[in-house]
């Protein structure tokens, strides 16, 4: 605080007698009233940011209450601080915000906060819309004063003040000017403290000892890594003499290692530190002086070889691991040549590692896939994108027996990014191809069981039950359709249906009903029926498979489709006295399940579908399409 007042009476008093009114010479009263007022609001203004920077730890939060205390003093409604931005020294970054949480930054020679800063003095200007550098910012600003904080002859920063009346920093000036220096003092202080606070936590978290010493090589500081390496506490440490933290064998060393750093070299080397039981720690040692002393960091070679010691045995355990593991592991070179092979491969291959080192991978290919040249291809994908997982491919045993196998290749690389060889695992997938093709072979059994016992069944229940609804008068176009949707939903399986009528006004397919596309399905809701999909299923007369919609070039809605996961489908035409008056899309994420749909009772049920929409076409204004013959 001393350091502070002595810099602003300081600068006051110089200010005074250059203009020959010090307290010495003649002045009036009123003169000596208004220095006085300046003075006591000085000594409050700088009591304030002394206590201030003397608790703060964090420079932001300083910065955000010291343009409190300027708030409060001098009534102005916006202040503000501006410093270089750490990140980009061309831009200048607010530290104190009009709303907390918001940031705000700008080029160094923008606005007058940048002239200030680029010409090192005070910008003073009574009217701001008149100044073409003027950043408009708050509508009610009139007037603008910015002051550039000098430390140590280099501007760190800038405190602008806006004020809504013209002329309103005339009275202030001066005084403004004065805390302005000592808020520039404050700041370099409170930075270095947060500096060192910041520093002081990293180096107490570092697993290394550190040990600060003065320039006779006795300690100032110690971390907690060091305190607990030779078991002594902070307090014991501080004083002792680096000579007296080593045993006797080491003190040569250091007595030679101490006169290199007074000669300003650094050093390295190896000591044994001597614990408070008496016992020794081998450590390494990295010294470094600067002007008032020597830091070190200290590590303890005892870790280092523990650490060795446990990659060794986490090495020898993933090694273990491959190559008891019961899937194929196998090292390939970068000339695509066997260089290690494990148990589970010479279980799935029948080879020794003694027979198949160093002959080529392509060795388990089949033939017709190394005419392909399948290997040369997942391998150099691997080598562009890093690694190949599961792809499902065949091999063959040493007996000739093709083996289904899924492989994945991870690329080796060395310490400059370059492939040089690959891992490559190959799981047996015979079980669960045999148990997949029985699980097929189960569920078509079940399929032909289900569709014995109850498809004359499910034809009636549903075709009266259309045709019901068809008759009830109450039941509007709407509620078929939606009932039609639905059934068709359950009965299939379907991941998807649509039902969409024919309207001959506009020749248009509008959607009716749907179950499962979601509501993204309705921009869709008219689509031309010349040219549709539809429109070559009613020419046949029957349903249309459609195996991939996606890149169908007649279907309308492929990005939809592609959204929804939908990747097949059948497309029914609705067909009544020769006549199309809609269609039904059946949709299936999955091809293969075009074949296990009952085609059958989708075209009886499509038929009984478009005599009950044709019972109630009429209140949907649509007419009917006239098949082509």
């Known amino acids: 605080m001393k350091a502070i007042f002595q810099r602003g009476h300081s600068a006051l008093n110089s ?8 307290f010495g010479s003649a002045a009036t009263i009123p003169e000596l009233q208004k220095r006085l007022t300046e003075n006591s609001i000085f000594i409050d203004v700088i009591s304030k940011i002394n206590a201030l920077m003397t608790t703060a730890t964090d420079f932001e939060e300083f910065c955000i209450e010291v343009t409190g205390v300027l708030k409060s003093t001098f009534r102005f409604k916006y202040i503000q601080i501006w410093i270089p931005d750490e990140q ?30 680029q010409n090192r003095k005070p910008e003073l200007q009574t009217n701001v819309h008149s100044d073409p550098d003027y950043i408009n910012v708050h509508a009610d600003t009139k007037s603008e004063l910015c002051i550039p904080f000098l430390c140590e002859n280099n501007v760190i920063g800038a405190i602008n003040i806006e004020a809504a009346s013209a002329n309103n920093f005339e009275k202030q000036k001066e005084i403004l000017q004065m805390i302005a220096d000592n808020i520039g003092y404050a700041m370099k202080v409170t930075m270095l403290r947060q500096t060192e606070l910041y520093f002081k936590a990293v180096v107490e978290q570092m697993n290394e000892g550190v040990w600060v010493g003065d320039k006779n090589e006795c300690t100032l500081y110690t971390n907690a890594a060091l305190q607990k390496m030779i ?17 006797e064998n080491s003190k040569p060393i250091i007595e030679i290692e101490n006169k290199k750093r007074k000669r300003g070299e650094q050093s390295h080397y190896e000591a044994k530190l001597i614990t408070k039981e008496g016992g020794t720690v081998p450590v390494v040692l990295h010294a470094v002086p600067f002007e008032s002393g020597t830091m070190a960091t200290i590590t303890n070679l005892h870790e280092i070889q523990d650490a060795k010691e446990k990659l060794k045995n986490a090495e020898r355990y993933l090694a273990s691991i491959a190559q008891n593991c019961i899937d194929a592991i196998i090292g390939v070179d970068y000339n695509n040549t066997i260089c290690s092979w494990n148990l589970g491969a010479e279980r799935m291959y029948g080879y020794k590692a003694s027979e198949i080192i160093g002959e080529p991978v392509t060795k388990m290919v089949p ?14 994908e691997a080598k562009k994108r890093g690694f190949v997982r599961n792809f499902e491919t065949l091999r063959v045993h040493k007996n000739g027996k093709q083996i ?43 399929q032909d069981a289900y569709r014995e016992m109850g498809l004359q069944r499910r034809h009636l229940d549903y075709i009266v039950e259309i045709l019901n609804l068809a008759l009830e008068g109450n039941r509007t176009i709407q509620q078929i359709g939606g009932f039609i949707v639905n059934a068709m ?32 399905w309705w921009g869709k809701k008219a689509i031309k029926f010349s040219g549709s999909i539809l429109e070559e299923a009613a020419a046949k007369g029957a349903p249309l498979k459609i195996l991939d919609i996606i890149n169908h070039p007649k279907y309308t809605s492929p990005a939809l489709a592609r959204k929804m996961n939908l990747r097949s489908a059948l497309v029914v035409p609705l067909i009544a006295k020769k006549s199309a008056i809609g269609s039904m899309t059946i949709y299936l994420s999955d091809e293969k399940n075009l074949s296990l749909l009952d085609n059958e009772f989708i075209e009886i049920f499509a038929r009984q579908t478009a005599l009950a929409i044709l019972a109630d076409v009429q209140c949907n204004n649509c007419t009917l399409k006239k098949v082509s013959p």
């Open 489 to 520: 939903a359950m009965i299939t399986k379907a991941d998807a249906v649509t039902l969409r009528l024919y309207n001959q006004k506009t020749a248009r397919l509008e959607l009716l009903a749907q179950n499962g596309v979601g509501e993204s």
């Open 15 to 22: 200010k005074r007698h250059r203009s020959g009114t010090a």
């Open 367 to 380: 033939r017709e896939l190394i005419e392909t040249d399948e290997s040369a291809k997942i391998l150099a």
């Open 88 to 117: 980009d020294t061309k831009m200048l970054r607010l530290v104190t915000p009009d709303e907390s949480g918001t940031t705000r930054r700008m080029l160094r020679t923008s606005g007058i906060v940048g002239r200030a800063i």
């Open 404 to 446: 289904p196998v899924l492989v994945t290749i991870s690329a080796i690389k060395n310490d400059g990014g370059k492939v040089i060889g690959y891992s490559i695992l190959h799981k047996d997938i015979t079980a669960e191809k045999k148990w997949q093709f029985e699980l097929q072979g189960r569920f078509e059994k079940m």
């Open 231 to 247: 078991g002594r506490s902070e307090k014991e440490l501080i004083g002792m003499s680096s000579f007296d933290l080593f045993d």
